[in-house]
C-alpha cells in the first residue's frame, strides 16, 4: 500500500485545516490509518488513529474534542479534520497504517508527510 498525505499549510490559532491520506494499492483493511506528527526538533509522536470501518477512532489527549478523523472508503482516503488548532499542533504530519492504539507497522514506508504550520 503507498499512502499519500496532502491538505497541510498556513493556519492562524483558532483555525482549521482538512488533511487527506489517500491510499493506493493493496490496502490492508485489517489494519487502522494512524495519523503522526513530527513537530520541530521532536520525536514522531501518534495523533489518530481510525479503522477503514470508521466505526473506531482513537486520540491521544492533546487533541480530543478538536480533531476528528473520517474515512471515505469510496476514495481510499483518511481525513483528519483539525479544528481551533495551536500553535503547538505545528508539525510535520504523517499518516501509515497503524494498529487503533496508534503504533505504526511496517507495511507502508513513511512518506513525505504534509507540513502543518500554526501561527499566534
Known amino acids: 500500500v503507498q499512502l499519500v498525505e496532502s491538505g497541510g499549510g498556513l493556519v492562524q490559532a483558532g483555525g482549521s485545516l482538512r488533511l487527506s491520506c489517500a491510499a493506493s494499492g493493496r490496502i490492508f483493511s485489517a489494519y487502522a490509518i494512524g495519523w503522526f506528527r513530527q513537530p520541530p526538533g521532536k520525536e514522531r509522536e501518534f495523533v489518530a488513529a481510525?479503522?477503514?470501518?470508521?466505526?473506531?477512532?482513537n486520540y491521544v489527549d492533546s487533541v480530543k474534542g478538536r480533531f476528528i478523523a473520517s474515512t471515505d472508503n469510496a476514495k481510499n482516503t483518511v481525513y483528519l479534520q483539525m479544528n481551533s488548532l495551536k500553535p503547538e499542533d505545528t508539525a510535520i504530519y504523517y499518516c501509515?497504517?497503524?494498529?487503533?492504539?496508534?503504533?505504526?507497522?511496517?507495511?507502508?514506508?513513511w512518506g513525505q508527510g504534509t507540513q502543518v504550520t500554526v501561527s499566534s
Open positions: 481510525i479503522n477503514w470501518s470508521g466505526g473506531s477512532t
Open positions: 501509515n497504517c497503524a494498529t487503533l492504539s496508534g503504533i505504526p507497522t511496517d507495511i507502508a514506508s
